[in-house]
């Protein structure tokens, strides 16, 4: 598995990212649903990186720098048809080891709070990651999950 920064231009990244979206509107009232597009993942604040082997592709994250000290994991995706590869936990630890090299104090996320999350919640749990309440400008909302880690 290569994992590498992504300029978001390849149409497997578009559908992926497409796939992510829709699943969350499913799964989350619009108001709740905190996915970044295309052009916002595009930001300089947002690093996004993918997951490849050869050509297929096995998932997807990014990292938002909040501020020099705090970063928010985003953009976690595995496609429905490749999960359990172990794709998601390689980019979550080379989020957080690439949090760590910018001297991050604190990484944090958002997801949801829905039964659907719940794996992605354990995945997060056995990397450190605790419950927490929201961070940045995010508010209470009973659709969100916050978690966040001390590096």
């Not at 497409?18 to 989350?28: D, F, G, K, T, V």
């Not at 928010?72 to 979550?92: F, H, Q």
């Amino acid at each position: 598995m290569i994992i590498e920064i992504d300029d978001l231009s390849r149409p497997a990244i578009h559908a992926l990212l497409n796939e992510h979206l829709q699943s969350m509107y499913e799964l989350s009232p619009p108001e709740s649903v905190h996915a970044l597009d295309l052009e916002k993942l595009r930001r300089p604040e947002v690093t996004f990186w993918s997951a490849w082997e050869a050509s297929l592709l096995l998932g997807c994250g990014a990292l938002k720098e909040l501020d020099r000290k705090h970063g928010e994991v985003k953009s976690m995706r595995t496609p429905a048809a490749l999960r359990r590869r172990g794709a998601g936990r390689a980019i979550l630890a080379h989020i957080i080891h690439v949090a760590r090299s910018r001297s991050y104090e604190r990484l944090s996320l958002e997801t949801g709070s829905a039964e659907a999350f719940k794996p992605a919640q354990r995945l997060y749990e056995s990397f450190g990651f605790a419950y927490c309440g929201p961070f940045g400008e995010y508010m209470e909302d009973p659709n969100s999950v916050f978690m966040t880690m001390r590096l």
